[in-house]
């Protein structure tokens, strides 16, 4: 069965600088994996998907993430970051389910940006 | 929100009484799903559709109910509205096989 793990369920960093939040996955099949945004009072938004190929993978507003399929890891950086950047990040790996394609969702991490 | 309303955003009940909740996109997708979001638990499957009157458990279906009639449909019944199904309820609709999914706005339910 697949699970993730986000191993920080808050993360306080000051603006500008820069962030990694963790996300470790368990899968016994291949793997989509997924990080999704969510602003207060709003629904989820894809941030960026990880589907094959190259494992570092670029998103939205200047965030990326690398697959390590040794570590079983899809953590998600950020050089520089901003204000605007505080929300809620879920990690989400997606496995092939008899019937119907699902994700399963890690409990969160909040990210609060400090001016 | 890719074109995906959910009704009503809010809403207020008593322990006992049923509540349904509605689900409508406009992409014309197959898959559906229905979340719960809580505290230190994520998001949370509770049923999810695969196509018109084609629907499957997910991993906190007890106390819940759905029905897709209408490929841009998926409701949501609480039963028997208990005070533990107070939470923010998601619903999603699946891209295809790249399984990326797609989320609404969301409903808050509180149940007294």
């Known amino acids: 069965a697949q699970s993730v793990t986000q191993l920080d369920s808050q993360v306080p960093v000051f603006e500008e600088a820069p962030v990694e939040l963790r996300c470790n996955y368990s899968?016994?099949?291949?793997?989509?994996l997924f990080w999704y945004v969510q602003y207060p009072n709003q629904g989820l938004q894809l941030l960026l998907k990880?589907?094959?190929?190259?494992?570092l993978v670029k998103g939205i507003n200047g965030f990326e993430a690398e697959f390590n399929k040794s570590q079983t890891s899809f953590h998600l950086r950020k050089p520089s970051v901003h204000i605007s950047d505080t929300a809620e990040y879920f990690c989400?790996?997606?496995?092939?389910?008899?019937?119907?394609?699902?994700?399963?969702f890690g409990t969160g991490t909040r990210l609060t940006v400090i001016p | 929100d890719a074109g995906i309303t959910q009704s009503p955003r809010h809403k207020v009940t008593e322990t006992g009484t049923p509540v349904t909740l509605r689900c409508h996109q406009t992409?014309?997708?197959?898959?559906m799903y229905w979340y719960r979001q809580d505290p230190g638990h994520g998001l949370r499957l509770i049923h999810y559709?695969?196509?018109?009157?084609?629907?499957d458990k997910g991993e906190v279906s007890d106390g819940y109910s759905v029905s897709r009639s209408k490929t841009e449909d998926f409701l949501l019944t609480l039963e028997s509205a208990t005070s533990s199904q107070t939470s923010v309820y998601f619903c999603?609709?699946?891209?295809?096989?790249?399984?990326?999914?797609?989320f609404g706005p969301g409903t808050r339910l509180t149940v007294t």
């Open positions: 990880y589907l094959s190929g190259s494992t």
């Open positions: 559709s695969y196509g018109v009157k084609d629907t």
């Open positions: 989400a790996v997606s496995g092939r389910v008899t019937g119907a394609n699902n994700l399963f």
């Open positions: 999603a609709i699946g891209a295809g096989g790249l399984y990326e999914q797609y």
């Open positions: 899968s016994s099949v291949s793997v989509y």
């Open positions: 992409e014309n997708h197959r898959y």
